[in-house]
Nanobody, 119 residues
C-alpha cells in the first residue's frame, strides 16, 4: 500500500509561483510513474504532468513552459514547480503514483491540495 502526502498549495497572485511536493510512503512498494492531476469546481479532472521512474516527463499543453515536474527517487517524492501562474490554474491538485507492492500493481492518489490564483 502507498500513502501520498502533499504540500505546497496556497493562494498566489497571477504571475506568481508555487512548488507542490508529494511524498509517497508505505511498506514493500516500488513507485513507477508519478504525476499530478487537477480538478476545478464543476470541471473534469485533467492530467497536468507525469514523470516515469526513468525521468521521462509529459506535461499538458495548457501548462507547458510554465510547469515543471521532477522527482527524487531516493525520497519517493514528486514535485511540481508552477511558474507564471494564471487564474485558470486554480484547482485542487492531486498527486498520483503508480506502484508495485506485495499486493500487486496499484494506482494511488493523494488527498489533494488547493491552489488558488488571483487576478
Amino acid at each position: 500500500q502507498v500513502q501520498l502526502v502533499e504540500s505546497g498549495g496556497g493562494l498566489v497572485q497571477a504571475g506568481g509561483s508555487l512548488r507542490l511536493s508529494c511524498a509517497a510512503s508505505g511498506s514493500r512498494f516500488r513507485i513507477n510513474t508519478m504525476g499530478w492531476g487537477r480538478q476545478a469546481p464543476g470541471k473534469q479532472r485533467e492530467l497536468v504532468a507525469t514523470i516515469t521512474s526513468n525521468g521521462n516527463t509529459n506535461v499538458a499543453d495548457s501548462v507547458k513552459g510554465r510547469f515543471t515536474i521532477s522527482r527524487d527517487n531516493a525520497k519517493d517524492t514528486v514535485y511540481l514547480q508552477m511558474n507564471s501562474l494564471k487564474p485558470e490554474d486554480t484547482a485542487v491538485y492531486y498527486c498520483n503514483a503508480d506502484a508495485y507492492s506485495d499486493d500487486g500493481f496499484g494506482d494511488y492518489w493523494g488527498q489533494g491540495t488547493q491552489v488558488t490564483v488571483s487576478s
